[in-house]
């Protein structure tokens, strides 16, 4: 399956390279929803509320009253997430607060399964240099992803996996590193960072990994409609 995204900063649809350096604006919102059509899900990232920097839940109600929305930035709280499903969002995307100084987070993690249902919970398992990163990607912990899954597994019902390191680079992703992953856990995955080909995306699907794409459809470097076509062809696989 293949999900567009949707990343917000000042109520704007942006693209980021490798979540610091802001590379373009997209049309508003709804018009990117518009050109989205068609496909099962949307990911929506608050980068502002992900960067501790404020907040478009305005946005984000908005867009899940209207789609299949998975939602995610700076979900750091139950009250958070709760109120993200009470929009409308399909699925809950947290990462930051899924980690501890010992690593995951137990509490938090079991509180907020219970709050919502780990059916509708992601958890964020983002990786740079090799090692798990946070807080919007400007923070490093000590574990490697593949290490931490296992811990994580009890909460969620998949893993929204960024290879930071390719983000927006348009160079292509790693795909050895997804197939770790996917041998490490039989949740569902979601692959992000540097999906940038029709190549990257068939690799990821015959490992059974969805992707998360963003830079290359705002580029044009992926059509809508060959993507749309895409996924039309897995359903009936």
């Not at 995307?93 to 690593?103: P, R």
């Not at 993507?227 to 696989?237: Q, Y």
Request: neutral net charge.
């Amino acid at each position: 399956m293949i999900v567009p995204c949707i990343d917000l900063m000042d109520g704007k649809v942006v693209q980021l390279r490798q979540g610091r350096e802001k590379v373009l604006e997209g049309r508003s919102p709804d018009e990117t929803l518009e050109l989205f059509a068609g496909f099962p899900y949307i990911q929506v990232i608050d980068l502002d509320a992900a960067l501790g920097k404020g907040s478009n839940a305005a946005i984000i109600a908005h867009l899940a009253s209207r789609a299949k929305v998975r939602a995610g930035g700076g979900v750091r709280s139950i009250e958070r997430a709760q109120e993200l499903a009470a929009y409308g969002a399909a699925r809950i995307i947290v990462g930051t607060a899924a980690f501890s100084a010992t690593g995951a987070n137990h509490d938090f993690l079991h509180a907020l399964s219970a709050a919502i249902g780990p059916q509708r919970l992601v958890i964020a398992l983002d990786s740079k240099a090799g090692h798990v990163v946070v807080k919007g990607w400007q923070e490093s912990t000590r574990w490697t992803a593949a290490e931490m899954i296992s811990q994580l597994e009890p909460y969620c019902s998949g893993f929204l996996c960024t290879y930071v390191d390719k983000e927006g680079m348009m160079q292509g992703t790693d795909i050895p590193w997804f197939a770790s992953l996917r041998a490490a856990t039989r949740h569902e995955i979601t692959a992000a960072g540097g999906v940038t080909t029709m190549e990257d995306i068939k690799a990821l699907s015959e490992l059974g990994i969805h992707c998360a794409v963003g830079m290359s459809i705002y580029t044009g470097f992926l059509k809508l409609d060959d993507l749309r076509n895409f996924n039309k062809m897995l359903v009936h696989l």
